[in-house]
């Protein structure tokens, strides 16, 4: 069994010394590494069934797992006994599942053009209920939710996931499901028009976001938003990091859409590895999309940021698979991260092995 220090030298995982986990930015191919989302929370699987898991996901060259659900510290545990990093995947701005901000703080929740709040009236969905990140008292709350997941033992990074504003106009894939033809931004998916966004932006600007003629076309006010969001993935950062643990995010497949979609300039948060999800099926795209996504996104972000193309296996059978790890390596990518691992067949780790031993 190596120790603590070696597998992290192997892995390429240096994060938890220096900060920035950080794959040669000039050979990033070099380093490309293999992640999968994990739902975690099955209660029939113990320690010993997680670390069979893993080791399986090892032996086809995994380098990490991003959790959700279950013990952190047992699948920590687990991970590393593996020798597999483990980034710790929570929604971040989505709240729907804290009973306890929902009851005592109903006015953190974020307000569409219409005046309604996500959270007695959620869009699109009833989990649709997110905080707003303007508020420097939700940014307060959301450090100590980030800094109390990093401060746990076997974590090695905290992963955001829904990090963000709802959907002003979904993936082009699930508009039919909705019964919505989005071509346009629609009140009741445009948020967050609530009092303290209001506040800011009028002191900032002298302008009511509410009184705007067309709010879509307002340069400032879309930057806004943007801005807002990175302000508080900057307070989660530091939570993060002064615990000398790194963090990822989850994020929509590149910094165009992520920007027009759901209002995330992720290629200026201070992350230690991006994942954004080039889903292709979501925008009815074919799997070669995937490399122009990831290079967009490459070019996006400062150089020392790795990228991970997450790519999405329902939409992909195992030649599938390859052709898209191969796309998001022409693309410039550090590695790929899939969704989820309960979709792993043994074909598809076959493929992925296969990929792995082409010259690159
Ligand atoms: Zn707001």
């Not at 009815?284 to 290079?295: K, L, N, Y």
Request: aromatic share 10%.
């Amino acid at each position: 069994m190596t120790g603590r220090r070696d597998f992290l030298q192997a892995t390429g995982a240096g994060l938890l010394a220096a900060r920035r986990w950080q794959p040669a930015a000039t050979d990033r191919r070099s380093a490309f590494s293999l992640w999968t989302w994990v739902h975690g929370g099955a209660r029939e699987v113990d320690l010993a069934g997680w670390r069979t898991r893993y080791a399986r996901l090892r032996a086809s060259g995994f380098t990490g797992v991003l959790v959700s659900g279950g013990e952190a510290a047992m699948h920590g545990e687990a991970a590393h006994a593996e020798g597999l990093v483990l980034h710790r995947w929570i929604w971040t701005m989505n709240r729907s599942g804290d009973a306890t901000v929902k009851a005592e703080h109903p006015e953190w929740f974020s307000v569409s053009r219409e005046g309604r709040s996500s959270l007695t009236h959620p869009p699109y969905v009833g989990y649709y209920q997110w905080l707003c990140p303007t508020r420097r008292a939700v940014r307060e709350y959301l450090a100590g939710v980030v800094d109390g997941v990093a401060a746990t033992p076997g974590v090695d990074a905290v992963h955001l996931d829904y990090i963000r504003h709802p959907d002003v106009i979904l993936p082009r894939n699930l508009w039919e499901t909705y019964g919505l033809v989005q071509d346009h931004e629609m009140a009741p998916f445009d948020f967050c028009y609530c009092e303290a966004c209001r506040d800011r932006f009028a002191r900032e600007t002298g302008r009511d976001p509410l009184a705007l003629e067309d709010p879509a076309a307002d340069v400032a006010w879309r930057a806004f938003r943007w801005r807002m969001v990175t302000e508080t993935v900057e307070v989660l950062a530091r939570a993060v990091h002064a615990r000398g643990k790194a963090i990822s995010a989850a994020v929509f497949p590149t910094p165009t859409i992520a920007r027009r979609l759901v209002r995330q300039a992720w290629d200026r948060w201070p992350l230690d590895v991006v994942f954004p999800m080039t889903y292709h099926g979501f925008y009815r795209e074919p799997v070669s999309w995937i490399e122009g996504a990831v290079a967009e996104g490459v070019t996006a972000l400062p150089t020392a940021t790795p990228l991970v193309a997450g790519l999405y296996l329902p939409d992909l059978p195992p030649p599938a698979l390859a052709e898209a790890i191969r796309a998001a390596r022409r693309g410039g990518a550090s590695g790929v991260a899939m969704f989820e691992a309960g979709g792993l067949t043994d074909a598809h780790l076959a493929a992925v092995r296969e990929v792995l031993q082409e010259a690159g």
